[in-house]
């Protein structure tokens, strides 16, 4: 079959439906996952257009090729993490494009201990037998499975919230973490107001992605019903963005750094964080005794790092954050959760959690380029830079190290972007870092 080699990421399936991403595509995926991975494989999806017959597809090429299928229906990304775990399944597969706009589909694939397939651990294998079509041949059979109720009663084993007299906004975004959400919220008698909270594909209300920018319905639902905090959640609720009882949008780095404390006042702990995060989180693990560790970005690299070295907990600057106690998931719900729990205990609000921690210089933004040239014009920066004797680190992207601040810019492995990060403890060394940063911009390809 001849596919388009750029819905192929580092580690996942994306491209636009049904140019890119369709029916016939959906299901040699399913014959070739089954070739690759044997066995049991639970399949769900998100709530995007063509997701429903897509996942048919996917499912007859992976009872074609003699796979045990288990169809969960509509769910969070996290939940096939789980299933796989929970029920001793053999891998499984999710239909989404996460943060992605509406336009996009795609595909995230696990193996059987629920880790995240990418092209370093199969994808490519995945992508070879889907272009020579060399199946494995068998008769499967399709299971269908609702997987919500142990599902929450695992998560509120988990949480310890008592006599909650809190008030929650929670902006859906018309993504499936209307699925589980206010069921969780329930559970533990947190009041709530729901916001675009019923699925549809077409995202009327706002991007799939949560960004400061769209995220003005939230900050004055919250201050409006003077809520203790509001969250705002991707298409595929595997990513979170919080607000504060004043209705300001905390950046990764504070909702990160918050759930960091949640973890690390009571219990020395590893910390996994991506090489776009901030100083404050390094500095926060290191005053509570802890260990952070860096990581690759990227769920798949961030996912393994926190299981492969038993951290507790791991983050990324997109808003992704990593349980150990849920097999390394990000899962949005519980992060969720994990903050409403820590202010229930401590009986603050939300903005003095991170109003005490260090007030660094911090921004990043995301770029539009060129899907051929982004990964070339990173490496061009490599060579600029080694010319011009910067420190540097290469190990994801190129990262500029100053002496109290640093650059980091990198090729998106899920979109057609130039991902920047730049940080100062300054404000002048900050604004050198702004101008720097504009010139670098300037010469991205457009």
Partial sequence: MEIDES???????????????????????????????????????????????????????????GAEVIDIGIVPTPLIIFSIEYYNFDGGICITASHN????????????????????????????????????????????????????NFISDRINIKNAKMKAVIDCGNGVASVVLPKLLNRFGIEYFPLFCSLDGNFPNRDPEPRMDNLKALQEKVVELKADCGFAYDGDADRVVGVDEKGNVLTPNQFFCVLIKSYLENKKEKVVHDSLSSLTVDELVKYYKGFPIGCRVGHVFIQKKVLEENAAIGGEISGHYFFNELFGADDASFATLKVLEYLNKKKIKLSEVYRELPSYYFDSIRVKTKEEEKFKFIENLKTEFKEKNYKMDCSDGVKIIFDDSWILLRASNTEPKISIAYESKTEEGFEKLKKFVNELVKKIPK
Avoid: C, H, M
């Fill in 7 to 65: 819905i192929f990421r580092a580690y996942d399936i994306r491209g636009i439906y049904p140019i890119q991403i369709n029916e016939e595509l959906a299901y040699k995926l399913g014959r070739s996952f089954a070739t690759f991975n044997k066995g049991k494989i639970v399949v769900g999806r998100d709530g995007r257009i063509g997701g429903e017959v897509l996942k048919e597809n996917l499912i007859k090429g992976l009872t074609e090729s």
């Fill in 101 to 152: 706009p509406k336009e996009y589909q795609g595909f995230l694939f696990y193996d059987r201990e629920g880790e995240g397939i990418g092209l370093e651990n199969g994808l490519e294998e995945i992508k070879e037998n889907v272009r020579s079509e060399k199946f494995t041949e068998g008769k499967g059979i399709i299971l269908r499975k609702n997987i919500l109720q142990d599902y929450i």
